[in-house]
């Protein structure tokens, strides 16, 4: 167990330090963006992984919720008179409860039958906020009032950097702290076999809710800190496109280990920025990797590449 | 004290009657095995015992409470454990982690403590680990307690669910082919095993096929056909059926059951 | 009256392209296992590819013919180089294959063509036949025709050659058929190019009424997935009937309840059909061993 604690910390100090080293290396404030962008995706695919990499489940809809806390942090200031933060907030806690009363009969769906029933809740979130332009401001978007807090206005690339990347630190966190938890271990047993899970007493159906919820507000989060950064959102942070590149993240860092989401969002979001010059290319480009990476790289990234280490370290 | 009694247990997969009228009772410390031929209906009885098949028809009762029909987790939180007869295993937890789940309803487990990490989280986690790696001892499986649950041999595997379904401290213990697959100094471990576990007065229930071990161990046997009951009694009693010997143990059986 | 019957016609029309994209679905699923969310895509190349050849000077007929074999190549190429690799991979790694797939589809048209929407002239003029008070265009008439054609081929070839058969036989059982020498890789190819071949044919008989552009696969795909849930994963009956009844669904749901949320009668059916009854309309409940 003791090795375990080693290896939280050193994840944990290892991000603190990339995070903190890595300002020095870029050379104009394009970059911070992409690494913000980055340090937010990451945080999205970690939520995501728990449900997917430890309790097992698939959702191809999760930009959805991605989407609420983006239009939350919109809509609340904008039309309601909310200050940002607390829409932050409202945000994260509708993500939660439409998983809550969405999740109870979703999860109940298994393979693929789960997989097109997510995507399909996905697309109707984001048919909706499509649709309902006068909240939404429709398939253009809508801008988005800058974040306040305690009088300082947050804004910049910079400060972003800062503020992503802290956010990013707490929610790995979070997810490692799970791994020597009866919750944690309840999500990879009944990941593992679901019928045993329920047979030693494990409430399979109240620990896939949980997961489920859990990656509703990382997301949401997630998609409130975008908007805040951005100063705009537009329906596509909510549409099927952007689900399927957060699924790709999880599994191409791998399935289960956190610092595969990170490492997945990082060449998800960076390798379309540094081979492409046309955002022409793009579609084309995410397909290929999706192809690419789910045929020889079927567990992912991290998996793939400590096998490999192992091996050569035994030989 | 009868403290797992099911009745009249019936149930039917699309027109075959998979078991068809069984009834049968154990009492706490006893050692009560179901044979019959393949096909019989045992592991379905099992299934349906555990909650994992709701039947058609009839009532189980634990400890004079009516559990029929209740979820395998309620059923686990009423003092009733299981092994399966094709290993359900966590396999890509470690053999720890795997008997740790085990003991998940000893646990308390509430979201945000765990999700922050607090000290009483993790005074918990070290306790359940003690308490793991003792039943890893007991069942000789505390050196391979870091290995993950997938790569371990098959013997090892079926000691290890037996640590599992332990670790919730059950009152009613249903064992699904214990030693299918075991050599004889494996299956001489199991009978030893469950001896044990059936002296500290869990009610063991056993599905097998080893006539030797069966007629050894157990205090009562069922003998089941094509999913409804044959015979019912004492190892010996069983042996000299007749009906059970012209369905089930045939002559060279008989012989078995008479060297044990 | 006259509303009911357009929206009628309408609904019919729109639900067999539905029910075509279904039946490739069905096709795939049958012989694979594999849930192809690149079947819209199929759609698609029909339309587009067939609008882009006839634009270069090639009679319309042949432009047809010529964009239904690129299809089938595509679909051909689809099996080979991404589900093949992929064999023993779990259910959902490939219906992200498949999604990739798609995606780099998508991303591939909007490059070789563009991203205009695109017309075909109707086959037989495009003078709307009033029908009791409803306009209904003769493009209708030889979409729904079309149908029944590829569903009377589709039949007819499934259930008397051997070839079709063997489809069959592979949907059953997998192993089984490999073990009566039923060589399952070409089968399942054969799934592939059939289905890419159905799809192309839906794309062109409704580009004439619908347009198309290189963004249209998604949606077909997704909606043609829940006409395939409706009628019972797997059932090439319960796809036709799936799709058509999804087709009036949404016509009907669009005239009388919300014309902006057409799209989202579909997906409403898919959540429905999946909580109440995931085996459909004609599936069977499955039963789990343990």
Known sequence: ????????????????????????????????????????????????????????????????????????????????????????????????????????????????????????????????????????????GMPVERLTLFGWRVSGSYTWYWVTGALLLVGTWIALNLDETPTGRAFRALHDSEVAAQVVGVDVARFKLQAFVIAA???????????????????????????????????????GSVVGSIIGAAVLVTLPQALTIFAEYEHLLLGLIIIVSMIFMRNGIVPSLSGLLLRRARS | MTILRATDIGISFGGVKAVDGVSFSVSSGQILSII????????????????IYAASRGTIHLADEDVTGLSPHKLAARGLSRTFQNLQIFQRMTACENVMVGRHLREKCSLLPALFRTPSVTRQNRETRTAAL?????????????????????????????????????????????AAGCNAVETEEI????????????????????????????????????????????????RDDPKVLEAYLGQHGAREAARA | MAEFLQF????????????????????????????????????????MVTVFVSAAGVPLPLAAVIAVVAAVVIGLLLHRLAIEPARGASAVTLIIITIGASILLRGIAAIVFDKQF???????????????????????????????????????????????????????????????????????????GGSAAIGAIAGILVTPITLTNYDVGTLLALKGFAAAMLGGMGNPLGAVVGGLLLGLLEAFGAGYLSSTYKDAFAFLVILIVLFAAPQGLFGRRAVERV
């Open chain 1, 1 to 140: 167990m003791g090795a375990r604690l080693n290896q939280r910390f050193m994840i944990l100090a290892i991000l603190a330090v990339v995070i903190a080293v890595l300002p020095f290396l870029f050379p104009s404030s394009y970059y911070f963006r992409v690494a913000s962008l980055v340090w937010v995706s990451a945080l999205a695919a970690i939520g995501l992984n728990i449900l997917m990499g430890q309790a097992g489940q698939v959702s191809l809809g999760h930009a959805a919720f991605f989407g609420i806390g983006a239009y939350a942090v919109a809509i609340g200031p904008t039309h309601l008179g909310i200050p940002p933060w607390a829409a932050l907030l409202i945000g994260a806690a509708l993500s939660a409860v439409l998983a809550y009363l969405v999740g109870r009969p979703i999860l109940r769906l298994k393979g693929h039958y789960l997989a097109i029933a997510t995507l399909g809740l996905g697309v109707l979130v984001a048919l909706v906020i499509s649709t309902e332009s006068r909240w939404t401001g429709g398939p253009d």
């Open chain 1, 217 to 255: 507000v990382y997301a949401s989060i997630a998609g409130s800190a975008l908007a805040f950064m951005n100063g705009f959102i537009n329906p596509d942070q909510a549409g099927f496109l952007h689900s399927v590149e957060l699924v790709t993240i999880v599994v191409l860092g791998g399935l």
């Open chain 2, 36 to 51: 019959g031929p393949n096909g019989a209906g045992k592991t379905t009885l099992f299934n349906i015992v555990s909650g």
């Open chain 2, 134 to 178: 003792d039943l890893l001892a007991y069942v000789g499986l505390k050196d391979v307690a870091n290995v993950p649950a997938g790569s371990l041999p098959y013997g090892a595997c079926k000691r290890l669910e037996i640590a599992r379904a332990l670790a919730a401290e059950p009152r009613v213990l249903l064992l699904d082919e214990p």
């Open chain 2, 191 to 238: 009978d030893h095993l469950i001896r044990q576990v059936a002296d500290r007065g869990v009610a063991v229930v056993l599905v097998e096929h080893d006539m030797k071990l069966v007629m050894k161990i157990s205090d009562r046997i069922l003998v089941l056909e094509r999913g409804r009951p044959l015979a019912e009694g004492t190892p010996r009693e069983v």
């Open chain 3, 8 to 47: 009628l016609i309408s609904g019919l029309t729109v639900g067999a392209v539905y029910a075509l994209v279904a039946m490739g679905f069905t096709l795939i699923y049958n012989a694979s296992g594999v849930v192809n969310f690149a079947q819209g895509e199929f759609v698609m190349l029909g339309g």
């Open chain 3, 118 to 192: 695109h017309k075909l002239p109707g086959f037989t003029g495009e003078a709307p036949i009033d029908i009791l008070g409803a306009a209904v265009q003769p493009q209708s008439f030889w979409v729904l025709g079309g149908t029944a054609v590829v569903v009377v081929a589709l039949y007819v070839f499934l259930e008397h050659t051997l070839l079709g058969k063997a489809v069959l036989a592979t949907a059953a059982n997998r192993l089984a058929a490999r073990l009566v020498g039923i060589n399952t890789t070409t089968i399942m190819a054969l799934a592939f």
